[in-house]
Every structure is written in C-alpha cells, then in structure tokens.
C-alpha cells in the first residue's frame, strides 16, 4: 500500500484564490510527522510546514497552512490567495516515528501535485 | 550563507562507467540523505547517513554506494550495476539527533544525470 497518496497530478487555480491540495497517508505508528515540499522548475525542495501527529493544533506557516484531519489520515496543503511565484510541484511527505531520534530520519514522499497559477 | 551544494549540475555518463556525485553541506547538521527522483514520480531513498563513518540503505540502494567519511560531505557513486541511472539526484541533510522536534530535511540544487 502507497504510505502517501496525491490524489491530483495537477491543479489549475486563479490568481488570488485558495487552492488545496490533498494528501493521504497510511501508517500504524502513532507517532509521525506530515511534511509538505515545493519544487520549483529549478529543481530544488522547499520545505513550507510541518504537522506533528500529537500536535493539537493545525499547523500555519504565513500563507500555508495544513488541514490535518488525523481520523482521516489526511494532511492537505491550503495555500491563501495564490500568486503566480507558487506554480510548482507540490510534495507531501511522511516520516513515521519520533523526529530527532537515531535512524527515524527518513521521508517517504507522495508523487506530488503540479500547481499552475492563471493570471 | 549556509547551504548544500551539489555538483554537477548537469552530468553525462557513458553506459558501463562509474560516475560521482557531490554533496558537501556547512549548515553542521549530522545526517545527510540521497534521493532520486524520475518524472512524474516522488523522492526515493537512496542512502543516508545519521553520522559520520556509518549509513544505510535506502529504498532502492542497488548499483549505488556512498561514503561518509567527513561530517560535510556525502558523494554519491552511480556504478555501472545500476540499470537505468538517468534521473535528477537530489541531496539532503538535517540536524539529526538533537535537532528541533520535527527536523526539516533541506536539499540541495540538484544533479541531473543523463546515460547516453
């Protein structure tokens, strides 16, 4: 079974309108933690926020924040009044047990979201 | 500024030859990563490295190797076992043990590797 599932391999969004972009994940470990990646066309990985699975509150980073729905297992990404700099590969990523810990470092990552801002 | 860098950016390999990549970090962070990533595909574990003289495989470790030999740096070697190295390789490092809570991986610019 996929760990983290990106249902939508690519989005179309207005200028200045939210958009959400979705992220399922499939884990027995109780304790994880939810990461979300922009890929600009250069290439290089931008984290934007992160979600603990014993954090009770949802996570909000600036323009980002996260719908964490943990019943669900869902983590999706809502970006607030889009600008055309956020037209990117958007990745959502899992690491399962405590983060800072020897050996409990590793993402495994969703296939991503291609986001494209209409001016 | 602190950072990763990856060189090259662009590589070419003729099919049966061993090629490296770089990867040196100055953000003295413990734990160093490769992935790789095809299109239309996310990242996948190659190798990582919690500290230095000791990694482990990743996900899809065949036909690569790595060393760790100095806390900055973690070359990557595509060897010429690997069936199908063209791909865009990407490098990552984090503070590993006794970091912040939830311990950002940050990556480097990127390889992409072309097999002629």
């Known amino acids: 079974a996929q760990k983290i599932t990106q249902t939508q391999p690519g989005m179309f969004v207005q200028e200045k309108e939210a958009v959400t972009l979705d992220c399922t994940y499939d884990t027995s470990d109780p304790s994880y933690g939810l990461f979300w990646y922009k890929q600009p066309s250069s290439g290089e990985m931008i984290f934007l926020i992160y979600q603990g699975s014993y954090d009770q509150q949802n996570a909000t980073e600036g323009r980002y924040s996260l719908n964490f729905q943990k019943a669900r297992k869902s983590a999706n990404l809502v970006i607030s009044a889009s600008q055309l700099g956020d037209s990117a590969m958007y990745f959502c990523?899992?690491?399962?047990?405590?983060?800072?810990?020897?050996?409990?470092?590793?993402?495994?990552f969703g296939t991503g979201t291609r986001l494209t801002i209409i001016p | 500024d602190g950072g990763i860098t990856q060189s090259p950016k662009y590589l070419f390999r003729k099919e049966g030859q061993n090629v490296t990549l770089s990867c040196e970090q100055n953000l003295n962070h413990d734990a160093m990563y490769w992935y790789r990533q095809d299109p239309g595909q996310g990242l996948r574990l190659i190798y990582y490295?919690?500290?230095?003289?000791?990694?482990q495989k990743g996900d899809i470790a065949e036909g690569y190797s790595v060393s760790r030999e100095k806390k900055e740096s973690f070359p990557l070697t595509v060897t010429s076992a690997q069936k199908n190295p063209t791909a865009f390789y990407l490098c990552a490092s984090s503070l590993g043990q006794g970091g912040r809570i939830h311990n950002e991986q940050f990556f480097g610019p990127g390889t992409r590797l072309t097999v002629l």
């Open positions: 990523a899992m690491r399962e047990g405590r983060g800072s810990n020897f050996g409990n470092e590793k993402l495994t």
């Open positions: 490295s919690q500290i230095v003289n000791d990694f």
